[in-house]
T-cell receptor, first 113, second 110 residues
Framework: KAGVTQTPRYLIKTRGQQVTLSCSPI?????VSWYQQTPGQGLQFLFE???????NKGNFPGRFSGRQFSNSRSEMNVSTLELGDSALYLC????????????FGPGTRLTVL | ELKVEQNPLFLSMQEGKNYTIYCNYS?????LYWYRQDPGKSLESLFV?????AVKQEGRLMASLDTKARLSTLHITAAVHDLSATYFC??????????FGKGTRLSVIA
């Protein structure tokens, strides 16, 4: 089975711009979660989507949004970028069975200048 | 609110030595995962622990779960350089997001 894929892998933006990141889960996985990882804050949960619905949301401002499509692919959007949004954004999928093991994609490295 | 604490956060150990990383959590759970992350890379699943007393081993790594003590350990036997990475534990409460520890950065030196 192919793993979780994320595009793009690297991105450079300037303050005030917006960005859209994409994630394709493992085939058959219906749950997709997004995380932000920075050296200072560690791994922080952004949101989780299941069957096109946001099921859980972390403590991030409204500038961070996401959605999931009927094929389980997911996108996250960050508007009005700030310097502090520079991070590794990780997407993870889960089969949503009896337990919630997450399978992570390679990540998108976002740099905001 | 579930809190997950790992210690140590930084670990420098000599090749050939043994050591244990600890993961304590504050709310009862019988599901815990360990992940490995190499610098600049994503997280790789290492172990899935799904019951009290669960023990899993892969090569020089062994993970265990004590749900009564709310403690999981990741034991490293005869460390080699290739084990240098950051190790995360994550606790699963069910229909809520996984809660990750801050990670233990392991450096194995000759």
């Amino acid at each position: 089975k192919a793993g979780v894929t994320q595009t793009p892998r690297y991105l450079i933006k300037t303050r005030g711009q917006q960005v859209t990141l994409s994630c394709s889960p493992i085939s058959g996985h219906r749950s997709v979660s997004w995380y932000q990882q920075t050296p200072g804050q560690g791994l922080q949960f952004l949101f989780e989507y299941f069957s096109e619905t946001q099921r859980n949301k972390g403590n991030f401002p409204g500038r961070f949004s996401g959605r999931q499509f009927s094929n389980s692919r997911s996108e996250m959007n960050v508007s009005t970028l700030e310097l502090g949004d520079s991070a590794l954004y990780l997407c993870a999928s889960s089969p949503d069975g009896q337990y919630n093991e997450q399978f992570f994609g390679p990540g998108t490295r976002l740099t905001v200048l | 609110e579930l809190k997950v604490e790992q210690n140590p956060l930084f670990l420098s150990m000599q090749e050939g030595k043994n050591y244990t990383i600890y993961c304590n959590y504050s709310t009862t759970s019988d599901r815990l995962y360990w992940y490995r992350q190499d610098p600049g890379k994503s997280l790789e699943s290492l172990f899935v622990l799904l019951s009290n007393g669960a023990v899993k081993q892969e090569g020089r790594l062994m993970a265990s779960l004590d749900t009564k003590a709310r403690l999981s350990t990741l034991h490293i036997t005869a460390a080699v350089h290739d084990l240098s990475a950051t190790y995360f534990c994550a606790v699963d409460l069910g229909n809520t997001p996984l809660v990750f520890g801050k990670g233990t950065r392991l450096s194995v030196i000759a």
